[in-house]
């Protein structure tokens, strides 16, 4: 599929460029946000952008595959008819080996009255010769008989050698051509199977392509900024800050924000649709001034639920990252988003996709302990302007981890953002997620 091909590469550029677009997963720590640090988004992205087919040109392959697909039916359905015919016994090839072989029986048939004769006149002309009083002329007349009787087998021989001939010939007319229609039968299922693939492969694009182009629309309702340490050590917790402003006329009911991180391939690395990458994603854990535990990102509690944000208000969030301490030196980076709903229907995604790249240390000596969680006893930050729609706008506590999606949130299913963006288990769910949705921006 086009569009498989294109997310594909984007996988491969995303996860060999510093700038990679993913979705996922965040984390907490105890500190005030530092300055955030806001990054370009790759140029691979504008390369996706223009290569990413529109709603209309992946209509109108819908139609030039359908009518191929059309074709190709016709053409089988004609394939198969024309085997039919030729194996019919009134088509002219079944006609001429039909008339062949009943010429072959009745020239065997001649051949063996012809050897039966010359056999009688042989053995006639024996017995005349054993008599005493056979004349000159009845030997004479033995004689001619026979020869008479040889002349006949032997003409009966080649009427019979023709026959069978011309049998074989008919024969082979009639197979080669069932062979042919079988061959041509055989190549129109070919060109029809791989008509019918390339229809749903098609149809699957504009599907894709349409559920992208949805209500929800990239926008700049919603703006996020991410930094953090330019060095991390596997098996050693980093924190990264995230903030998430509402930068709309207007407060946002539901907000979700979300990251991922991930460690890159080294340069010489092949990266391309059948690589298996799961393995290169980092752990991320996320707390805030509402959620003050540690809540890991999963494939089912893939968003860190930031609520109802006010006009203008920013939410700070932590992101506690944990390379494995097995994992050997390298890069790596993190990257996040942010999307809202609104009770009215409307919804959207941000414009900004943050990315952080960092170099990963090998750990050294024994694995070092994880930095314990905070406890509800912990003094509590100061009051974000913001506010998880778990507690009040005056950012009140909550021991409650929050966890869940819009979807679990009762979002308006039309919302591209559930679509494995957040809680991706590979780099190319990722990527495919950041393409899909800044196609969608690009045609709002």
Known sequence: MKIR???????????????????????????KPAAPQSQKPSSHEDDIDDEMPS??????????????????????????????????????LQVAVAEAKKAAVAAAAAKTTADEELAKA??????????????????????????????????????KTAAD????AADTARDDALVAATRVIGLAQKVEKAAKQELADAKEDLAIAEEIEGECKVDD???????????????????????????????????????TAVRLPKPDEVI???????????????????????????????????????????????????????????????FA???????DGSCGLGEDYPDVEFSILAAK??????TPSPSTTTSTPAPSTGGNHHTTQQGGSSNTPVKGSLAATGANDTLPLGIAAAGAVALGAGALVVARRRKAGADA
Do not use: C
């Open 5 to 31: 091909r294109i997310l594909a590469t984007a996988v491969a550029a995303a996860v060999t460029t510093p700038a990679l677009f993913l979705s996922a997963a965040p984390a907490f720590a105890d500190t």
């Open 221 to 259: 309702a919603v703006d996020v900024t991410l930094s953090g340490p330019k060095t991390v050590t596997a098996g050693q917790p980093a924190v990264f800050s995230l903030r998430v402003t509402n930068t709309s006329d207007r407060a946002l009911d539901v907000v979700d924000a979300f990251a």
């Open 337 to 343: 988003y942010a999307e809202y709903e609104n009770k």
């Open 272 to 334: 391309d649709d059948e690589t298996v990458l799961e393995g290169r994603l980092i752990p991320i854990e996320w707390s805030s001034p509402d959620v003050l535990e540690w809540t890991p990102i999963t494939d089912k509690y893939e968003s860190i639920e930031v609520g109802k944000l006010a006009k203008g208000a920013s939410y700070d969030v932590k992101l506690r990252i944990t390379v494995d301490a097995k994992a050997p030196a390298g890069r790596g980076v993190a």
């Open 365 to 370: 000596g024994d694995k070092p302990k994880p």
């Open 122 to 159: 042989v053995q006639a002309e024996k017995d005349l010769l054993q008599r005493p009083d056979a004349t000159d002329q009845q030997k004479a007349d033995a004689a001619a008989a026979v020869t008479a009787a040889k002349t006949a087998a032997e003409q009966a021989a080649a009427t």
């Open 55 to 92: 709603i209309e040109e992946l209509k109108a392959a819908v139609a030039v595959a359908q009518k191929a697909y059309d074709e190709a039916v016709a053409d089988l359905a004609k394939a198969m008819a024309d085997f039919k015919i030729v194996d019919k016994s009134d088509h002219p």
């Open 165 to 168: 001939e011309k049998l074989t």
